[in-house]
């Protein structure tokens, strides 16, 4: 079965850190809705997780002289930040897509690309 990762792309971080559960409810129901779409299109969520806020993220660069450098919070400039990811399997790419258009209405983006599969 062909391996896929679903990235979760989120703009606002701060707001999304300081939801109740009730508030966080219909992302779970998606997300859910989500797994259980692709389940009926043959595929299956092997395993995936919510990230921390990306302020805490820590990046390790390598210039082009060989120096490595240590740097903390988000290296991009950009709103945008990954929030989450989903492994998946499924033999049906449209499948796959079709099943992530559940999650669209609570979730900015989502970037959907092949595992490579190392032997």
């Not at 809705?33 to 990230?51: C, E, H, M, P, T």
């Not at 989502?110 to 595992?115: A, D, M, Q, W, Y």
Request: with cysteine.
């Amino acid at each position: 079965m062909d391996k896929y990762v679903v990235f979760v792309v989120d703009d606002d971080e701060d707001k999304r850190e300081t939801l109740s559960d009730e508030e966080k409810q219909p992302t779970w129901d998606a997300d859910y809705s989500f797994g259980d779409l692709l389940a009926q299109r043959g595929g299956k969520i092997v395993g995936g997780q919510a990230l921390t806020h990306s302020r805490r993220t820590r990046w390790l660069t390598r210039d082009r002289a060989g120096q490595v450098m240590v740097t903390d919070g988000p290296y991009a400039e950009t709103a945008e930040q990954m929030s989450g990811f989903f492994i998946v399997e499924c033999d049906d790419l449209e499948a796959l897509t079709e099943a992530c258009h559940q999650m669209l209405p609570v979730h900015l983006r989502l970037e959907i690309r092949p595992v490579k599969q190392f032997s």
